[in-house]
């Protein structure tokens, strides 16, 4: 009963802390790790022990997991050398510099203080997801920092593990000479081992969906199983299961479009979220938790509360010099020497540097200090003033760093243009799959109409938009289908309270509104961000072709006030879209006539642009690519 009442509680001050934190616009992480320093002083809360197994074998793998397959695969590898960097080069040098300074300050070994070194030195894969996600930091800053702290955990723990077999405290392991040789051995054992065992797990899996996942139910449990089935087997053969959970993780987030259906896929990210949530927000609430203890533990420490208070707090400081000491002479060199990140801007460079905010890993870590370690309370107390101090002084001013330098996230209207062309591309080829198939005219004609209607909704969301802007068609379709969708389930009740309707077949109805519903209201979501942001220049998604290459840039147009056929004949338009030939103006795709699409079957003038405020994209007509 006390298990249970004791996981409710911390249910529910998640709920409540993460409801005060969006409630007041701070991050839930640092609001909930003040609420669980404040609850480890109060007499009434009891004490949660933080198991290092627990951590490391119930919350880590599914963390990892949740936060892999939500990672690219494609741009973890393109940006495989920064993060094997960080999340190799990086830790070592964090765990050497603070072992140098621990054998001044404390005068411990070497061994014990680069054990502990090694344990403050990787940055937390949750931490940088859950804040990165806050601030809006660019894609690529994000890749980069996602999958550093997806993989820094693996060098850390080998680190770890080779320091306390050196002074002879790993468990069951006399004290024995490390060698360069043996370290190198290690490494490469806990990193092929952990892609080998991730990559049969994913295999196995993806083999399991394509022969016997049908129902969304038996892929969800299936995922669940996931992360433990390529941690524990790691684990028991010395490899990484850190390194085989981010691997299994990364294969299947990025072939889950081909082995999932659409259900499936759909149940597992609801899923998985809900867990990601929770187990998160639980994390930074535990490690407020441990802090009375931590500094209970401490009282008994021969050492001086000075000494206590230089070695924490220079270690802390330790952490925070050191990794911008290492990633900006990286970035100098692969910029002058190697040629390499040209375009990444040094703003960007120090948010990387100033994003190592540490997590329960580091906690769980320190707490696998043997009992006989020399001042093992204090190096326990060192790791948590590392953990609550990076969060609170980075987590707090990173976000001010960012706005600062402007560094900001990817514009919302920029990604609307994006989404706007591959869309287009995807609706060419089910049109061309279409042309190809043998179907009814009737049938060939509401399947182009409907393709038609989705692709103009993706480009309507683009335009000016406020309260002096006209409606656009998606727009007031989806309004007036929204207020149909609560007539028709009111309806749907009130025959259920009836009992004229068996209640089976009342769900299957209930069901496909609801699905209707949320395809809406996500729509809606997506275009409320789009309401006051400011287009970007954006890569295009395909090479630019030809025609957009020999093209002006901008012309006169010939009619600045609209589409010259709408004012003449009195007609509205939605969109504005100026040909580059000549300067005529017409209406978009969505407008009821699509006078630009007419003045291009006309004309042959390949290339119009968005004369809409704050744009500046181009559309080629003959190749179908945006510039």
């Known amino acids: 009963m006390e298990i249970a009442i004791g996981l409710l509680a911390i249910a529910a ?5 993460a ?13 909930l790790i003040l609420v669980g320093i404040l609850g480890s002083y109060l007499p009434f809360v009891p004490e949660v022990a933080l198991s290092p197994d627990v951590v490391l074998l119930g919350i880590l793998p599914p963390l990892l997991y949740a936060a892999a397959i939500q990672t690219s695969l494609v741009d973890f590898r393109n940006n495989r050398a920064v993060i094997l960097s960080l999340s190799v080069g990086l830790v070592l040098f ?17 061994g014990v203080a680069f054990a502990i070194g090694a344990v403050v030195a990787p940055p937390d894969a949750v931490a940088a997801t859950a804040v990165g996600r806050r601030i809006g930091l660019p894609r690529r800053l994000v890749t980069i920092l996602e999958g550093e702290s997806l993989v820094n955990d693996a060098t850390a723990l080998v680190s770890l593990r080779t320091a306390l077999a050196a002074v002879g405290l790993a468990s069951g392991v006399a004290a024995h000479e490390v060698t360069f040789g043996g370290v190198v051995v290690d490494f490469l054992w806990a990193s092929v081992g952990g892609v080998a065992i991730g990559f049969a797990v994913s295999l196995v899996v993806v083999v399991l969906r394509r022969r016997f996942s049908t129902e969304p139910a038996f892929d969800t449990v299936l995922s669940f199983m996931v992360p433990f089935a390529a941690y524990v087997p790691a684990e028991e053969v010395h490899a990484s299961g850190v390194i085989a959970v981010v691997t299994a993780g990364l294969i299947l987030g990025h072939k889950s479009p081909r082995t999932q259906s659409g259900a499936s896929r759909i149940s597992e990210r609801i899923n998985w979220g809900s867990i990601q949530f929770l187990l998160e927000n639980a994390v930074f609430l535990l490690i407020g938790l441990q802090v009375f203890y931590v500094l209970d533990g401490v009282r008994s420490s021969e050492l001086s509360a000075g000494q206590i208070t230089f070695a924490a707090v220079g270690t802390l400081v330790a952490v925070l010099v050191l990794r911008p000491l290492w990633v900006a002479p990286f970035r100098l060199l692969r910029t002058r020497v190697l040629g390499s990140e040209a375009h990444s801007p040094w703003s960007h460079t120090v948010v990387l540097s100033w994003a190592g905010m540490r997590g329960v890993v580091t906690l769980a870590a320190a707490l696998l200090l043997p009992t006989e370690t020399p001042h093992r309370a204090v190096l326990v107390l060192i790791a948590v003033v590392v953990t609550v101090g990076t969060l609170l002084i980075q987590g707090m001013t990173l976000p001010a760093i960012a706005r600062r330098l402007r560094v900001r996230g990817p514009d919302p209207r920029e990604d609307a243009l994006q989404a706007a062309t591959v869309f287009q591309a995807a609706t060419r080829s089910g049109l061309d799959r279409l042309d190809g198939m043998d179907v009814d005219a009737e049938t060939r004609a509401i399947l182009r109409e409907r393709s038609a209607d989705r692709l103009n909704q993706m480009w309507e969301r683009l335009g000016p938009r406020g309260a002096d802007t006209d409606e656009t068609p998606s727009a007031r379709y989806r309004r007036a289908r929204m207020q149909m969708l609560q007539a028709e389930r009111e309806e749907v009740l009130r025959l259920r ?13 209930l069901s496909a509104l609801d699905l209707e519903e949320t395809m809406l209201d996500r729509i809606d979501d997506q275009d409320s961000r789009l309401a006051e942001s400011e287009m970007l220049p954006v890569d295009t998604i395909e090479a630019p072709c030809e025609h957009l290459q020999d093209s002006d840039v901008c012309v006169e147009p010939l009619t600045p006030e609209g589409c010259e056929e709408c004012l003449r004949d009195g007609t509205t338009w939605v969109h504005l879209r100026l040909c580059l030939a000549c300067g005529h103006v017409g209406c978009c795709d969505s407008s009821e006539h ?11 003038h390949p290339v119009m642009r968005s004369i809409e405020p704050g744009e500046a994209w181009r559309w080629c007509f003959v190749d179908e690519v945006v510039g």
């Open 594 to 604: 699509k006078h630009a699409s007419a003045h291009f079957r006309g004309s042959a």
């Open 497 to 509: 309270d009836e009992g004229r309707a068996d209640d089976v077949v009342l769900r299957v109805v």
């Open 13 to 17: 001050t998640v709920l409540g802390g």
């Open 19 to 31: 409801w005060l934190a969006d409630r007041f616009g701070l991050p839930a992480p640092l609001v």
């Open 94 to 110: 964090t765990a050497l510099g603070v072992a140098l300074f621990l054998v001044w300050a404390l005068g411990i070994s070497f």
